[in-house]
């Protein structure tokens, strides 16, 4: 199988509800393979973050069951603790009998920021409001009383730089078991993950929506 293991980290925050915009931005497909419909399915995501990955391929998993599918979240055939290799997945395609695998990996991520000017705090100044009071003495001023108060404070006006947004970019393939060939690749773009369970099941749909208009699933 021709499948490029880099360890990735699946850049989807751990929190487990949020909303997240994700879109299918190109996609490619072996116009040279048989026409071919695919029903099993090996799911993988690649990561070094053992959690992110159990979470993710489950929900790609199971939202490929929704449409009739069978599909197989690669960690329930590997175990949570071995380390993702070629010859991991190669054992773990043969115990499955699936006849496609979907891997899904992170190559990238840019923020979109703005600069503002506003006002930041360069200087302050304490006194003890205490100070000139006839009725206590100066050595019982902040042994007794113990406080001070803000006299003065200086601000200057400076650029402060604000996130907008967080874009992170996902590559997914899928790969024929019978040749190990690619036959699909596709790029789509996260905007915003706040959570993995919703943000996994935004970018399963936009895939299955892909996988289908080219054939590639019933």
């Known amino acids: ?16 509800t949020g909303c997240a915009s994700v879109s299918m931005v190109a996609s490619w497909k072996d116009q040279t393979a048989p026409p071919r ?9 690649i990561t070094e973050n053992g959690l992110m990955r ?18 197989t979240p ?33 190559t990238g991520s840019k923020r979109s920021t703005e600069s503002h000017v506003g006002y930041v705090l360069t200087d302050r100044g304490f006194a003890n409001p205490y100070l000139n009071s006839y009725d206590v003495m100066p050595n019982d ?17 400076k650029p402060v730089e604000v996130t907008n947004s967080t874009t992170f970019t996902l590559e997914t393939n899928l790969f024929d078991t019978e040749s190990g060939k690619l036959v699909w690749s596709g790029t789509t773009t996260t905007v915003d993950p706040k959570g993995v369970i919703t943000a996994s099941e ?17």
């Open 1 to 16: 199988m021709q499948i490029s293991l880099k360890p990735l980290l699946l850049l989807l925050l751990l929190t487990l």
């Open 37 to 45: 419909s695919y029903g099993k399915f090996l799911v993988v995501g």
């Open 54 to 71: 159990q979470l993710f391929e489950e929900v790609v998993a199971t939202e490929l069951r929704k449409k009739g599918l069978a599909a």
């Open 74 to 106: 690669s960690y329930a055939v590997t175990g949570m603790e071995e380390k993702q290799t070629r010859e991991s997945l190669e054992r773990a395609v043969r115990k499955s009998a699936v006849d496609a695998v979907i891997t899904t990996r992170v």
């Open 141 to 157: 001023l902040y042994g007794f009383y113990g406080a001070s108060v803000v006299s003065y404070a200086t601000f200057d006006m």
């Open 202 to 218: 935004k970018f399963s749909r936009v895939v299955i929506t892909a996988l289908s208009k080219e054939g590639l699933i019933p």
